[in-house]
């Protein structure tokens, strides 16, 4: 390595600050893609440098039709470094084109600040343009909107915490105090749902007697002596004091092998200038309420709020919020009306094109209980635009896995014997599949996992 990311974001701030030309942002329209724009729009603001933005699924043959031919300079985030030999073969040139981004480069016509240039890879795009906004001035502040895009990115999904430079970013945010780490649970809704609630919603690890069960968990708060309410207001994870978080972490824990409790442990990121039992408190659900305004291609709602708007948009951000969860409630009510086909060891349904492919597996996740227990559940749903391949996603449980149950295998060796691919986990997994052979992959799997629950 020849120069450290450090000293190429200051490289790169340069080539920024010594351009002449007005700029066009480009960026993707999820939750690391938002975080992206807003820190560039504020840091080309605050110095003063006149830009126009402009979201983008992705960027292909179709959509590239959308960046003006004119002389800005293009910056694109969160996307471009894969696609250098498309703006390439339309005639962009070298000048008017920068890139920040963390997915794997293809080429490197282009200037680019890429993560993968420096063997980093728990960065997120968002956490790149920060650190290029601060070589540009004492843009600490900015710091909570690239936490916000990396946990939105899941670069804490496999430690529960943010790691490398990710790490020295989020410290940025803690030292300036808007941000507060907590070391605690981690799980989605410490700052918005009710105790109960959160404890009812829990699916992974499944709880046994909790999950799906809102008796029992008033049932159990009561007897840990914990309200549920105060005078105004159902209480929060973030309401409880330590005393009483602990007791429900050791009552969890006894329902749960060490491995499972240590799933539910992790980091939280707080921010303390936000308020309190909102979803803008913490960095999971501020992630969650951009990737809503995402998958409603209302990229510029989520941008708003990500530049302060806490009025007339972010009302509309709580539309999304909630849209995005009713329509995942839909889709477990829908699979629980039409009911799934049981196989020896699986049972599946489609749920063809009535909900978007990307929330399918939280779909399936929730229904395994309410359904057929013993067996994994597959679901398979279209794809928007893809005419080819489907989806399919699966879930099992902790029972299922002590009988031999491994999703990750099974889904991977048997889409890729169809031409498919996927992965995941053994409790959890998902993957693709060649359009009008869903029996044939349906009845393969069936085999797979009843050789894995055989050999057992
Ligand atoms: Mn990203």
Redesign the pocket.
Known sequence: MSKDIISYSQDFADKILSSKRKFTLVS?I?A??ITSMAIMARTLRRIKIKFKGLFLRQLDDLTINKIPKDNSLKLFL?MGSGQQELLYNHQFDKKEILIID??VPRSNYYDQFNSHMFNEHKI???GLCYLVSKSISNNYDLSKLAVI?AVG?MMANETNRLEGIMRDILNDGVKEGIIEVTNDLSIYGISTRPIHIMLEYLDDPYVDGLTDNAVECVNLLSNLQIPIRDQEDWRVWEDLTKDEKDRIKSALSSRLSDEDFNKLLGEEYIFKDEKRKTPLRNAKEFSTLLNACGRWVKPKIGLQVCLGDRDRYYEDALIMLKNHKRVIRELYNHILEKGVVELDAIQYIDVKDYFPDTIIGIGAGMVLSKVNREKPIIIIGDIIGEKEIRKVSARSNKEQIKNGVNLQKAINIVAESFGGGGGGHNIAAGGYIPKGREKEFLLKIDEYIKGQIISK
Do not use: L, R
């Open positions: 993707h999820d690391d893609g969160d963390h997915h997120s795009a968002s895009g990115d």
